[in-house]
């Protein structure tokens, strides 16, 4: 299973401070540095946080995460990207027309959409959450750790 991770994944939303954020955060804690992971957004967005109180609650601290673009990317390499918006799709395809990077689309609900309450709110990010770290461990099962 392990052979079948990509090097290098990139998680694309449109302000890089909630979805990405959540998508990055996820990938990094079931898989460590054995894959290179990055996020960003069509634009920086502030830091949500929404976002950063439901990821708090599995242990995940994202408080310091600080939203790019894809302009501010420091390496443009990847074997894969990801895009959680139509938006970061379209800009995600337009990217890799002169690279050999695959593109997924995982429309993913966008919480900030929500109004109501604070628990309504919370409850809406929690579902992305929970929904992003469902899809996550699906593509990319975690699987025994490597044999020395």
């Known amino acids: 299973m392990m052979d079948e991770l990509p090097g290098a994944i990139l998680f694309a939303c449109s302000y890089n401070a909630v979805r990405s954020v959540m998508a990055y955060a996820l990938m990094r804690h079931y898989h460590g540095n054995r894959i290179y992971v990055e996020a960003c ?48 799709q379209h800009r995600a395809v337009e990217m890799t027309r002169t690279m050999a990077c695959d593109v997924e689309f995982w429309n993913t609900f966008d919480a900030t959409m929500v109004e109501g309450s604070r628990e309504v709110r919370l409850e809406a990010y929690r579902q992305v959450r929970d929904q992003l770290k469902k899809r996550i461990l699906q593509r990319f099962p975690v699987g025994p750790a490597p044999r020395v």
């Not at 995940?60 to 938006?87: A, C, H, N, R, V």
């Open 41 to 88: 957004g069509l634009r920086a967005g502030s830091p949500d946080g929404f976002a950063i109180a439901v990821m708090d609650e599995i242990g995940l601290d994202i408080s310091k995460y600080k939203p790019k673009t894809f302009d501010q990317l420091e390496d443009g390499f990847f074997d894969l990207i990801i895009t959680l918006s139509p938006e970061a």
